[in-house]
Nanobody, 123 residues
Framework: QVQLVESGGGLVQAGGSLRLSCAASGRSFSSRAMGWFRQAPGKEREFVATINWSGGSTYYADSVKGRFTISRDIAKNTVYLQMNSLKPGDTAVYYC????????????????WGQGTQVTVSS
């Protein structure tokens, strides 16, 4: 079993930055992908970014490309999402997730989910 715990959310003004963290425990992630998704009120959960745990390959949603950076610290079993140039449209609950696939961009390919952390961007 895998446990994921997110932290780092909060309230920030437009143009500001936040860094989310997701600490993982349980089974090894050596051959899996980790991802970040977000869900705004009344909307479906959407893909934000993913990273292959062992190789470090990354992939981003077009809406965050150039502003967000996903990274991981293998020694700490932690994945990060650095969010810069935040916009009010980035307001959502952000979820960390773990996948058995090498890289994955859809929710149905993720087996493990954190509880989510709220990010609110004010205009």
């Amino acid at each position: 079993q895998v446990q994921l715990v997110e932290s780092g959310g909060g309230l920030v003004q437009a143009g500001g930055s936040l860094r989310l963290s997701c600490a993982a425990s349980g089974r090894s992630f050596s051959s899996r992908a980790m991802g970040w998704f977000r869900q705004a009120p009344g909307k479906e959960r959407e893909f934000v970014a993913t990273i292959n745990w062992s190789g470090g390959s990354t992939y981003y949603a077009d809406s965050v490309k150039g502003r967000f950076t996903i990274s991981r610290d293998i020694a700490k079993n932690t994945v990060y999402l650095q969010m810069n140039s935040l916009k009010p449209g980035d307001t959502a609950v952000y979820y960390c997730a773990g996948s058995a696939y090498m890289i994955a961009t859809t929710t149905n390919k993720y087996n493990y989910w954190g509880q989510g952390t709220q990010v609110t961007v004010s205009s």
